[in-house]
């Protein structure tokens, strides 16, 4: 059975930096795309970015673009989060998700077409 497995996050001070992993057992890897998403203390789990396969595209929340970098090395099976300049909006339990359907090549940001989700990562940054 496929696992996900995430690992990184932490506690951290504002403007600081982390980066979360997302380990993949997926033999065919390089053909799924992969987000991440994240849930604060709201019910909404939200949409943070996103990676094709093939490294063609990637897709940012707006709140995150230009201090998130998501990236992908396809022979360690992994997916990266960069998170830079960390703000205390920022905290909330990061979830990586993998998409096993077929896919076109592109990025996708609802949760919906997400098939499989890791165990979550608790990111908190202070002020």
């Known amino acids: 059975q496929v696992q996900l497995v995430q690992s990184g996050g932490g506690l951290v001070q504002a403007g600081d930096s982390l980066r979360l992993s997302c380990t993949s057992s997926?033999?065919?890897?390089?053909?799924?795309?992969v987000g991440w998403f994240r849930q604060g203390p709201g019910p909404e789990r939200e949409f943070v970015a996103a990676i094709s396969r093939d490294v063609l595209y990637t897709d940012y929340a707006d709140s995150v673009k230009d201090r998130f970098t998501i990236s992908r090395n396809d022979a360690a099976s992994t997916v990266y989060l960069q998170m830079n300049n960390l703000k205390p909006e920022d905290t909330a339990v990061y979830y990586c998700?993998?998409?096993?359907?077929?896919?076109?090549?592109?990025?996708?940001?609802?949760?919906?077409?997400?098939?499989?989700w890791g165990q979550g990562t608790q990111v908190t940054v202070s002020s």
């Open positions: 998700a993998v998409r096993f359907r077929v896919n076109y090549g592109r990025t996708y940001s609802r949760k919906e077409d997400y098939d499989m």
């Open positions: 997926e033999r065919a890897f390089e053909t799924i795309p």
